[in-house]
């Protein structure tokens, strides 16, 4: 009887323990730091800021802020409302479930959000400054996200939908079989298989609750938005209210893993019509083999009014008259460079106004007089702002070391809001004045470390490659560099494969923190990257072991040419195209590095081919099935070819639930490397896909990296 009251009473501790667990509040952390220099521990502490929406009369605005907690192994995010005039924030949300989406609502007085407190998230709201919180709606299922209409009368609602597109239904008698019966491709995407996808509904609105749902997919089983990236920027509202402009690939199966083909549509919120405006009336696809190369397939979508590539991202103008979205022109090329498409509705008639930027279009809006937009865009390592009218005369506004993102335009049209990052600093909203182009900091969200930290100096460095043409490459010095020191280095290899090595800030491949740890870091913008025009990007199609594997060793060969530099203590890191890349470097380095290491790398291209779920990345990129293709220097220079001249110790890392390049890659490379004798370490995460977002994990991931390079190369 003792040990049962005994059990009892302990799975009551245990209960109430993990209810307190859970329900400890995760926000800002001032880590206590211990030193100057960077750590995992800091780097996980900082907030990660997301959204920035301006109230009516641009007077406040709320803004969302994300944080982990290590030891709960878990992310959590809050609101902050913010005052425009006097530059500063107070925290607006104070719950333990994370609220996030912030919209301001009738007039500015009050403010839509998602939160999970109920268990689901759901739609709530609350006065701006916080009070009289209330649940809007009691879904069954969650809510993705969501779009108030301008008039404030509608609303589209993203949900989840159960699909059988490629997977069979259960059996209803069998409710505990864990088969699956697959019966087509696009079973499995990114990182899940694929039982259910998001569709838009459309409702009415109030702030009592929402009534009258309808899908706007109803019956159809495609995504929207599309995964694995999209969001709601996916969809926009007409200024009146009547017309939603949404992003669509109506593809499943084989014809969704082949092609990159979505087009933009409307739906009018009256008659229920839906209208494809990237295709003719009567337009119908060419049928392909499923196995054939699309590389050089090259349509003009000036004069055949066929939009064949990604086309994503629609937003209306201001005065109603104009779609403007982004547009790739070619199926199955997904890094084909993004170009501003305005479309008029009255005619029909498209443009392209950002054509002579030879560089890809990230983010854009609107101005307020319907004739000008806004963009970002890649060029020579900054993503800088630009403007553009719509006869495609286009203006450079910003300058310096930085990548921006545009958020919006001022509600007064005399200023842009952005997001600013760089190698130096994670992301931060600041202001641009229209007027003279002066840019102002409005938040200060990791301010307590930036003042605590000392960072590295970042330097461009421009190397002349192996066909007498310039590469830029950016070095990053370690903090209290001392040039009369020797120091070991790194190389840096890009993924995507097409991937800008710009300003970027990651909370992984961190360059302060490699650099923090005693390394200089040489990153460079080899073959096959945006922001030096479609020549160099495109040079790398069909040729992964190529001329970009000679821009490496050139960048690297350049850097050790300085005193403070140990030739040899050289290692080369890198993920995806950059997994590729050290693997198969480890066979043709000629003794430069000391230390490898790979994250979700491919090391055998031909079984790549097979295993991917989206099929027109190696038809595009590959040329097509290997048997097919067998003359390709990707196939015929694949990285295992090449094991009998590894001799290097490598570290191989990779997610089990990365389906773009399944883990069989790295296991394969870490069994072939031990099998040859080389010193190999292989780090397996099972619940992680092609990125490492779980907090433990990630701070595992660094100081599995730092052991290694430390074992091998100081």
């Not at 069998?174 to 697959?182: E, F, R, S, T």
């Not at 997904?334 to 305005?342: A, G, K, M, Q």
């Not at 809001?417 to 909203?429: C, G, T, W």
Request: glycine share 6%; hydrophobic share 35%; proline share 4%.
């Amino acid at each position: 009887m003792k040990k049962i009251l005994w059990f009892a009473l302990l799975l009551t501790f245990n209960t109430i323990m993990a209810k307190e667990q859970e329900e400890i509040f995760i926000g800002k952390n001032h880590l206590e730091l211990k030193s100057d220099l960077m750590t995992p521990e800091a780097l996980w502490a900082m907030g990660r800021i997301n959204a920035f929406v301006l109230s009516p009369d641009g007077k406040e605005a709320i803004y969302g802020v994300t944080y982990y907690s290590v030891s709960q192994n878990k992310s959590h995010s809050v609101l902050y409302s913010y005052d425009m005039t006097g530059k500063t924030s107070r925290q607006l949300t104070t719950d333990t479930k994370s609220e996030n989406s912030p919209t301001y609502i009738n007039n500015g007085k009050q403010v839509l959000y998602l939160s999970s407190k109920s268990g689901t998230s759901q739609l709530w709201c609350m006065n701006a400054d916080g009070s009289d919180r209330k649940q809007i709606t009691n879904s069954d299922n969650d809510i993705d996200d969501y779009l108030i209409s301008p008039n404030e009368k509608k609303i589209i609602i993203i949900k989840q939908v159960d699909t059988n597109a490629s997977i069979d239904k259960k059996y209803d008698d069998l409710p505990m079989a864990k088969g699956m019966v697959i019966n087509d491709m696009n079973y499995k995407h990114w990182d899940h298989f694929v039982t259910t996808i998001p569709h838009p509904f459309l409702a009415d609105f109030n702030t009592k609750g929402i009534s009258t749902m309808k899908d706007i997919l109803e019956n159809e089983p495609y995504e929207c938005p599309m995964l694995p990236f999209g969001g709601i920027e996916q969809l926009a509202w007409s200024p009146d209210s009547k017309t939603i402009a949404y992003t669509c690939r109506k593809k499943t199966g084989v014809k969704y893993a082949s092609s990159t083909d979505s087009d933009i549509y409307l739906y009018d919120t009256q008659t229920c019509k839906t209208t494809n405006i990237c295709k003719p009336v009567g337009y119908i696809a060419p049928e392909t083999d499923d196995t054939q190369s699309y590389q050089h397939q090259k349509v003009n979508s000036q004069t055949t009014d066929c939009n064949v590539g990604y086309d994503t991202n629609p937003s209306f103008s201001p005065d109603g008259k104009y779609i403007a979205w982004l547009s790739m022109e070619r199926d199955g090329y997904e890094s084909d460079r993004n170009r501003l498409c305005i479309y008029t509705i009255a005619t029909g008639e498209k443009k392209y106004v950002t054509e002579s930027f030879q560089s890809g279009v990230d983010s854009y809006c609107w101005g307020n007089d319907s004739k000008a937009l806004y963009f970002t865009g890649v060029w020579h390592g900054t993503a800088m702002v630009y403007s553009t009218n719509l006869g495609g005369k286009v203006k450079k506004l910003t300058d310096g070391t930085y990548d921006y993102n545009i958020i919006s335009l001022a509600k007064d049209s005399k200023s842009l809001i952005v997001k600013r990052h760089s190698m130096s600093q994670a992301d931060e909203v600041y202001m641009i004045d229209l007027k003279d182009n002066n840019v102002t900091q409005l938040t200060f969200e990791n301010k307590y470390f930036y003042d605590k930290l000392t960072f590295g100096k970042v330097q461009e460095r421009w190397i002349k490659t192996t066909d007498n043409k310039k590469e830029l490459a950016w070095v990053i010095y370690p903090p209290h560099f001392n040039p009369n020191k020797k120091y070991p280095a790194l190389l840096f290899c890009e993924g995507g494969p097409q991937s800008p090595v710009s300003q970027f800030w990651s909370y992984r491949w961190n360059f302060q923190i490699m650099a923090a740890n005693g390394y200089i870091i040489i990153a460079p913008n080899r073959r096959g990257l945006p922001g030096f025009g479609m020549e160099w990007l495109e040079e790398i199609s069909g040729d992964y072991a190529g001329q970009c594997m000679k821009d490496y060793l050139s960048a690297i060969d350049d850097l050790v040419k300085e005193s403070y530099v140990d030739k040899d203590r050289l290692g080369c890191v890198g993920a995806s195209f950059g997994g590729y890349s050290v693997y198969w470097l480890a066979g043709h380095h000629e003794k430069r590095f000391k230390a490898f290491i790979a994250h979700d790398g491919i090391f055998n291209v031909h079984q790549q081919w097979g295993e991917t779920e989206e099929m027109w990345f190696p038809n595009w990129d590959l040329g097509g099935a290997p048997w097919k293709n067998s003359g390709n220097n990707a196939y015929s220079d694949s990285p295992h070819l090449s094991i009998d001249k590894w001799d290097t110790p490598i570290l191989c890392i990779h997610g089990m639930k990365d389906y773009r390049i399944l883990h069989s890659q790295g296991e394969s490379a870490f069994v072939q490397a031990r099998m040859h004798g080389i010193p190999a370490q292989l780090l397996l995460f099972p619940d992680e896909n092609h990125w490492v977002l779980k907090p433990q994990n990630g701070i595992l991931w660094q100081r599995t990296f730092f052991n290694w390079l430390d074992k091998w190369l100081k």
